[in-house]
């Protein structure tokens, strides 16, 4: 299982908020390419850093902070928060995103998704499903579908989607423990490679993940508030 560790983006710092809410968040005053530097030193291949200020606004807003990561560093980085237009996407790629995560228009524009899932290959499009009590959720988490997460997923792995990246919005930033049981669910879609996301609080509940047959974790407030060592997620990739 590939460990990816999160790096979110609002004003240009590093900051984590609690269940994605925009008025809970804890500032990290720390640049984000030193943590960048820092997580490549101990080991780690993959990080997914996240537009927070794009993903409210609709439109990518820390495109700088990609470019200096993907300049200044060799990690494989999935970008992701404010990907709304054919612009977005061809600025994410064109400073250095290994892959991009579109949640918002895979909901509210599923033809122009589909359209990128073509023009770009599947192998660099992850599906974002994000959700609140099994409902997906969109722009930034600040709307709900009436959607239901495996229903969703069913239905654009039938289109060609192979990564979806899921985040139970009720867990995200609380180090309360991740969604084993939806994960148990969505990794019964075949052919679907399962991004797990929310509520990683230690490396037990990292192998908790890893056994329910995930591709991939992310880890994000974990290791930020020290739950997780930098020697232990060394161990762990």
């Known amino acids: 299982m590939r460990i990816i560790a999160a790096i979110d983006i609002m004003d240009g710092t590093c900051v984590r908020l609690a269940q994605g809410d925009y008025s809970r968040r804890t500032l990290y005053r720390r640049e984000p390419l030193d943590v960048a530097r820092e997580l490549e030193y101990h080991g780690i291949k ?31 980085v ?5 990907i709304r237009s054919d612009a977005d996407i061809r600025t994410a790629f064109s400073s250095g995103a290994s892959q991009v995560t579109c949640g918002s228009v895979a909901v509210t524009n ?6 990128w899932l073509k023009d770009y290959g599947p192998e660099k499009i992850i599906l974002g499903a994000d959700f609140r ?10 709307s709900a579908s009436e959607t239901d997460i495996t229903d969703f997923l069913y239905d654009y792995r039938s289109k060609g989607v192979i990564y979806a990246m899921c985040t139970d919005i009720e867990k995200d930033g609380m180090l309360g423990g991740p969604s084993v049981d939806i994960y148990k669910e969505i990794v ?40 997780i060592t930098l020697k232990e997620l060394a161990r762990l990739c």
């Open 133 to 142: 009590h099994r409902k997906v959720a969109t722009g930034g988490w600040l």
């Open 78 to 82: 999935d970008f992701s928060g404010g």
């Open 46 to 76: 993959y990080i997914h850093l996240v537009d927070l200020d794009g993903a409210r606004e609709g439109k990518i807003r820390n495109q700088l902070v990609l470019e200096t990561i993907t300049g200044n560093t060799r990690l494989k």
């Open 188 to 227: 019964r879609i075949e052919g679907l490679s399962l991004i797990a996301s929310g509520g990683i609080s230690s490396v037990e509940d990292v192998n908790l993940v890893r056994e329910t047959g995930c591709e991939a974790v992310i880890i994000g407030k974990a290791i930020y508030e020290g739950r």
């Open 110 to 115: 599923p033809g122009k998704f589909l359209r």
